[in-house]
């Protein structure tokens, strides 16, 4: 079925460096990301979003990239802090829809 | 702006036990959602509330599982009678209506953690 995953389960990065957390996803017809960040015994928080007809989106000190032609999709968070510490998700819906379909999940560690 | 309220955030029950959650959501938001969340898993939708109205159930395992939103605000989630495999984290979330400058971002609550021994 549709689905929508990780390529790396797990990421440790030092304080400081950037970070960059991938997101796979197969349905075409989505058309609306979004990234959450799930801290250790707490709900997902949500980060950044963004809509097919986009390629890149920033926030503050996070930029997601958006390649349609691969179906693929990445977090990227400038000067990681232990802060960023988390279990950080990707989220699909397809148009019209509020139904969101997760991945599994990337632990990020920040090594300080 | 208050987030999504719930409780409670932890419940021991043994096997067999029912147990229910209540969810707030935050005000104006006229979808309500119940996830299940797995221990590293990412949520699983339950069951979608459009107010009052139940949009999508199709992954709530009625046997055991019923939810309601009488007054299209609160929102309960009971299970009865639990198994061992229900031992998860329960989300609540919410969204504003679709088109709104938000878009279809949906909001969670911090989770009702259920352990069943």
């Known amino acids: 079925g549709e689905s929508v995953g990780l390529h790396l389960p797990t990421l440790s990065v030092q304080e400081g460096d950037n970070s960059i957390i991938n997101c796979a996803y197969s349905?075409?017809?989505?058309?609306?990301f979004i990234w959450y960040k799930q801290e250790s015994g707490k709900g997902p928080q949500f980060i950044i979003d963004?809509?097919?007809?986009?390629d890149k989106r920033q926030g503050q000190r996070v930029t997601v990239l958006l390649n349609k032609t691969v179906k693929h999709l990445s977090l990227q968070i400038a000067a990681t802090q232990p802060g960023d510490s988390a279990v950080y998700f990707c989220?699909?819906?397809?148009?019209?829809?509020?139904?969101?379909?997760f991945g599994k999940g990337t632990k990020l560690s920040v090594i300080p | 702006e208050a987030g999504v309220a719930q409780s409670p955030r932890y419940k021991i029950i043994e096997k067999r036990q029912s147990v229910a959650f209540w969810c707030n959501p935050i005000?104006?938001?006229?979808?309500l959602y119940w996830y299940q969340q797995i221990l590293g898993q990412g949520p699983k939708l339950l069951i979608q509330?459009?107010?009052?109205?139940?949009?999508?159930d199709s992954q709530l395992p009625k046997d055991r599982f019923s939810a309601e939103r009488l007054k299209g605000v609160d929102s309960t989630l009971k299970i009865q009678p639990a198994k061992l495999e229900d031992s998860a984290v329960y989300l609540c979330a919410s969204s504003p209506p679709y088109g709104t400058n938000s878009g279809n971002t949906i909001y969670f609550g911090e989770g009702s953690w259920l352990t069943v021994v």
């Open positions: 989220a699909e819906n397809g148009a019209g829809s509020y139904q969101l379909t």
């Open positions: 509330f459009q107010n009052n109205g139940v949009v999508d």
């Open positions: 963004i809509r097919s007809n986009m």
């Open positions: 005000s104006g938001h006229a979808t």
């Open positions: 349905n075409s017809a989505s058309d609306y």
